[in-house]
């Protein structure tokens, strides 16, 4: 399939049979699983992927590849031609009747948002097999009290367990990448064991947190319009900083200040990817 890459769409195609088999074989899919490929692009994994699946729908923006995998795959194929972030995984899910299972060589600027966009679609999406930059897969499995843990480690460690794959050299790609990039699995059917009494809540102080995450818990919720009169009795450490908290942390932090969440959730906090 001739097809020059689209800077705009950030386009990098995989063209490195063994990798796609790798990625394959990672993802293990059996026939009856409704899969949703995003960014087929040429059709590397779509291809491999049917010859398991008897049916895949895939979300493809690009004006000349949508119809060129419909030509490619046929009927095996339900091509979805819009940005994935403009796709409503909920309502693919009611009408496929199962949960989704996601995969995808996804454009790398807009990796966060997508991710961002998955986990506000559950319980639609089981799990999900990405392609990403090797530091933003750091980023969402790294430990407290290391550089990369922030927002994403602690929403996709909450939502999901997340299992680093392997690595993938940017010479598996064309045109080649200026990074270099990890495959990711995350497994939403397997959440933290913990549950937050209200998610909204626990998704503003673990964002309103890191978006000062070099000042003290104590000043980050101030900065949430939480009451110093509410800090008294809370279990966690407010001199803490917040990179210095489990997961676990922010949800007991979170279900003990769930009593004035309205109050907090008027407030705005930066969606930033911490």
Known sequence: MMHRAKKSLGQNFLQDPNVAH???RAFDPKADDNV????PGKGALTALLLQTLPHITAVELDNELAPLLQEQFGEKITIIHNDILDVSLTE????TGKPIRLIGNIPYNITTPILFHVVDSLPAVKDFLVMMQTEVAQRIVAKPRTKEYGI???LLQYYSTPKMQ???SRNSFFPVPNVSSAIIHLVFENSFAQKALNEPLFRKIVRGTFGKRR???RNGLKGLDIPVSEFEGLSVDLELR???LSVGDFVLLSNELVHIAPQILNTT???ADG
């Open 269 to 271: 906090t930066e969606d």
């Open 215 to 217: 000042k003290t818990l």
């Open 22 to 24: 790798k990625i394959v």
């Open 152 to 154: 994403l480690s602690v």
């Open 166 to 168: 392997f690595a993938v």
């Open 36 to 39: 949703v490929e995003i960014g």
């Open 242 to 244: 917040p990179e210095e």
């Open 92 to 95: 693919l899910r009611e009408k």
